[in-house]
């Protein structure tokens, strides 16, 4: 079974300060990733998302993550935080492939909580 | 349009009783996925419905959980005889279809404690 691990718990940083959270999953045949964002008081929301193609991935609120399969990983960034970026955030994986896979549930990490300080 | 809503937001109750958790997918959404959350843990998955077919329930944590989804719409997750170690945030998501492209669309929990 695949699992999830984000190496941070807690991170506090400055505003205007870039951000990196690191996401290693382990499965050894071929992913599907996300990060999700949960901030204070609202509804677990899709940040961005890799299927396939460019491993660069682009998201919404300036922030990108970089699939790098030989390292199994696919860490979060934003080059410039802003206070209203303090969320926790959570790296997940599917492995089911084709609309009649049996399910496309997410394998979770245990979340990062980002503090940003104005 | 309206998101996916569960009901209730809280729920606290005394070991032994049953609890029902209700979510209401997003509108035209075949998928549904339950997922629970445990103090300072990540999502686990419980059990997910897609369309008519038999449900996935190979992360029920025990045959004191069930769910049903009626009418291809509102699904209802039942805990019975609850545990102190089942209080968690109880998510519920929906997508469009189940393929791997779909994204799920969360609900805003129902946190349950159990005394």
């Known amino acids: 079974a695949q699992s999830v691990s984000q190496h941070n718990h807690h991170v506090i940083l400055s505003e205007a300060a870039s951000l990196e959270l690191g996401c290693n999953y382990s499965y050894g045949g071929t992913v599907n990733l996300f990060w999700y964002v949960q901030y204070p008081g609202q509804h677990l929301q899709l940040l961005l998302k890799y299927f396939s193609g460019d491993p660069l991935v682009k998201g919404i609120k300036g922030f990108e993550a970089e699939f790098i399969k030989s390292k199994f990983s696919f860490n979060l960034r934003k080059p410039s935080v802003q206070w209203s970026d303090t969320a926790e955030y959570f790296c997940a994986v599917t492995t089911s492939r084709g609309i009649k896979a049996a399910g496309n549930k997410l394998t979770f990490g245990g979340g990062t909580r980002v503090l940003v300080k104005p | 349009g309206a998101g996916v809503s569960q009901s209730p937001s809280n729920k606290v109750t005394e070991k032994g009783k049953d609890v029902e958790l209700r979510c209401d997918p997003i509108?035209?959404?075949?998928?549904l996925y339950w997922y629970r959350q445990r103090l300072g843990q990540g999502l686990e998955f419980l059990i997910y419905?897609?369309?008519?077919?038999?449900?996935?329930k190979s992360g029920l944590p025990s045959d004191r959980f069930s769910a049903e989804r009626t009418g291809g719409s509102v699904s209802t997750l039942t805990i019975q005889r609850t545990q102190q170690e089942d209080s968690a945030v109880y998510l519920c998501?929906?997508?469009?279809?189940?393929?791997?492209?779909?994204?799920?669309?969360f609900g805003p929990g129902t946190r349950l404690t159990v005394l």
């Open positions: 509108s035209g959404h075949t998928a």
């Open positions: 419905f897609q369309g008519n077919s038999a449900p996935d």
């Open positions: 998501a929906s997508s469009l279809v189940s393929g791997f492209t779909d994204t799920q669309y």
